[in-house]
T-cell receptor, first 115, second 114 residues
């Protein structure tokens, strides 16, 4: 069974440019989550999809970030325009159901560097 | 608010050494506690967890005991291997009905030398 895959694994862009990150969850997983780890600090929750709907986007830092999950399959996270402080590792995770006992499966992350 | 504090890394040890990675927390109530691990080039994986005070989580030779009196969940292993080199994260869920809005520690990079 394929795990959660993220693309690209690394992205280097200049300040002001646009970047789109992609996450393919495990097939059949309705729940999809985005997190990021900035500058080696703690991982922060960004948002949660249930199928194509945004269940919780309380962690999105500002309106430069746009997440979509059209069709309830893969998800994209667009940063436009990118700023220096957006550099970090962006993780995606998926689970079959939500709730406290549901195991999360994480992708290996996208390392974003904004110069 | 709830928080997790981990010892800063990197932690560098020789093979077969004893490992301790400290984790302390502040939380309302008594949440579950987790250790996640990220091996090079891979995604985060749940290493072990404990759901109540005095519980001991264990997996792959690693152990951690939920200590309510010291609000700690230190990760230990008696004899580390080169393959244990990874980044380790301590985490807790702030909401009883959620396991995704985890509060994470900053991560501790572990380097094991042969």
């Amino acid at each position: 069974e394929a795990g959660v895959t993220q693309f690209p694994s690394h992205s280097v862009i200049e300040k002001g440019q646009t970047v789109t990150l992609r996450c393919d969850p495990i097939s059949g997983h309705d729940n999809l989550y985005w997190y990021r780890r900035v500058m080696g600090k703690e991982i922060k929750f960004l948002l949660h999809f249930v199928k194509e709907s945004k269940q919780d986007e309380s962690g999105m830092p500002n309106n430069r970030f746009l997440a979509e999950r059209t069709g309830g399959t893969y998800s994209t996270l667009k940063v436009q325009p990118a700023e220096l402080e957006d550099s970090g590792v962006y993780f995606c995770a998926s689970s079959q159901q939500g709730g406290p006992n549901e195991k999360l499966f994480f992708g290996s992350g996208t390392q974003l560097s904004v110069l | 608010g709830d928080s997790v504090t981990q010892m800063e890394g990197p932690v560098t040890l020789s093979e077969e050494a004893f490992l301790t990675i400290n984790c302390t927390y502040t939380a309302t109530g008594y949440p579950s506690l987790f250790w996640y691990v990220q091996y090079p080039g891979e995604g985060l994986q749940l290493l072990l967890k404990a759901t109540k005070a005095d519980d001991k989580g264990s997996n792959k030779g690693f152990e951690a005991t939920y200590r309510k009196e010291t609000t700690s969940f230190h990760l230990e292993k008696g004899s580390v291997q080169v393959s244990d080199s990874a980044v380790y994260f301590c985490a807790l869920p702030p909401l009883r009905d959620s396991n995704y809005q985890l509060i994470w520690g900053a991560g501790t990079k572990l380097i094991i030398k042969p």
